[in-house]
């Protein structure tokens, strides 16, 4: 089946410091990957995505490169920041499947000044 | 991209009423809807998927008749909660899919509810 592998946090980083959260997923076919953020008390927003293999998905600074090899779309940033406090979503979506967006667990991350 | 607007953001009740939360895509038809739970510590869980003029489809261990969905229109679905217990209290997302290559998914706010 499908599924997605993501990192447990929280992760805490100082301000301008890299951020990587792995992410790894089991799909049969071709799926689509996202990055989605949660700030706060709010609902999801996508933050970025790739439909194929070698695809780079990047957004606001942050970076996700789809590896059908190793079956990984990591999330990176070279220099984060306070506000990138919040937790990111890793999800597939497979056309040849259902109609759903499978999810991670989430990764907090806590950004200091 | 798709509008989705989730009414109301917060609300409060006590034990053994109900509780009705809209999930209205502004500007998208969406034939199906989705809504999920969140969990503490992040977790989200995909309760049912909402199908415009038919039947939900809910997830297994998802109660369907304390947790009504009803798709009236394109526009429109609703998630109620009936007869609220403390356990209930949690965090309900709802979101809007555009299907294809494209795929992405729009989301609401969330409601925060919090029964008493």
């Known amino acids: 089946g499908n599924s997605v592998t993501q990192m447990e946090g929280p992760v805490t980083l100082s301000e301008e410091a890299f951020l990587t959260i792995n992410c790894t997923y089991t799909a049969t076919g071709y799926p689509s990957l996202f990055w989605y953020v949660q700030y706060p008390g709010e609902g999801l927003q996508l933050l970025l995505k790739a439909t194929k293999a070698d695809d780079k998905g990047s957004n606001k600074g942050f970076e996700a490169t789809y590896r059908k090899e190793t079956t990984s779309f990591h999330l990176e940033k070279g220099s984060v920041q306070v506000s990138d406090s919040a937790v990111y979503f890793c999800a597939l979506f497979n056309s040849g499947a259902t109609n759903k967006l499978i999810f991670g667990t989430g990764t907090l991350l806590a950004v200091q000044p | 991209g798709a509008v989705v607007s989730q009414h109301p953001s917060w609300v409060i009740c006590k034990s053994g009423t109900s509780v009705k939360i809209e999930c209205r895509s502004l500007d998208f038809q969406a034939t199906t809807m989705f809504w999920y739970r969140q969990f503490p510590k992040q977790s989200l869980m995909l309760m049912a998927t909402s199908n415009e003029g038919s039947k939900a489809t809910y997830e297994q261990g998802v109660e369907k008749d304390k947790f009504l969905i009803n798709h009236a229109s394109l526009t429109l679905s609703t998630l109620t909660v009936t007869s609220a217990h403390p356990e209930d209290s949690s965090f309900y997302i709802c979101?809007?899919?555009?299907?294809?290559?494209?795929?992405?998914?729009?989301f609401g706010q969330g409601t925060r509810l919090t029964v008493v």
């Open positions: 979101s809007v899919h555009t299907i294809g290559k494209g795929t992405e998914a729009f």
